[in-house]
């Protein structure tokens, strides 16, 4: 499971963690879940976040491990409004859609534009942690009306059009 926290002042994205939990194979699905629990109660105790955003389930082809990504989406949110954090779901596709300009973009390219938007150069060890920052921009953005310019300070603008989208944000748009 990926997880981030960022901070926004002026516009300004930071990031304050990013990392992955590891779930042990040797523990059964219900340990699981709690150690899901814990981290986010964790992570809520130590950041105090406004806001969580996760990423909606996507459908696949195996209902057992659908089943056990809903339970564990359920649990983490759960944890969240235990502490009176909202939360928010985005799909995948919009999720690659607001980082990149395109909804179908791999996880390497959200990965370069998470780099340009954020100013940062390590890569994390596992796209779980990017897919994560990804999922916190994009609600950034997506609950703030930004628009993000590939280079320099984000500025406050409405969702206008998509023409003023396509021209303020040549970077974005391929």
């Known amino acids: 499971m990926g997880y981030s926290v960022i901070a ?3 516009d300004i994205i ?3 963690e990013i990392d992955v939990l590891k779930l ?3 523990v059964d699905n219900y340990g699981r879940l709690y150690l899901i629990h814990q981290k986010i109660t964790e992570l809520v105790k130590l950041h105090k976040p406004h806001e969580m955003a996760i990423e909606a389930p ?3 082809k195996n209902v057992q491990s659908m089943l056990k990504l809903g339970r564990a989406q359920g649990v983490a949110i759960a944890a969240a409004m235990n502490h009176d954090v909202p939360v ?11 980082i990149t300009g395109n909804g179908n973009a791999d996880k390497e390219q959200v ?10 150069d390590e890569k ?14 994009c609600h950034y953005f997506s609950e703030g009306l930004l628009i993000p310019k ?25």
């Open 58 to 60: 996507f459908f696949g």
């Open 111 to 120: 990965w370069k534009m998470l780099q340009t938007i954020i100013g940062i």
């Open 150 to 174: 590939a280079t320099g300070p984000k500025k406050k603008k409405s969702a206008s059009s998509w023409e003023q989208f396509a021209s303020d944000n040549p970077g974005r748009v391929g």
């Open 124 to 137: 994390p060890k596992y796209f779980d942690a990017t897919d994560a920052l990804s999922v916190a921009v």
């Open 14 to 16: 930071t990031l304050k």
């Open 88 to 98: 928010t779901e985005y799909s995948p596709r919009r999720i690659k859609q607001s």
């Open 24 to 26: 042990p194979t040797k």
């Open 8 to 10: 926004v002042k002026n």
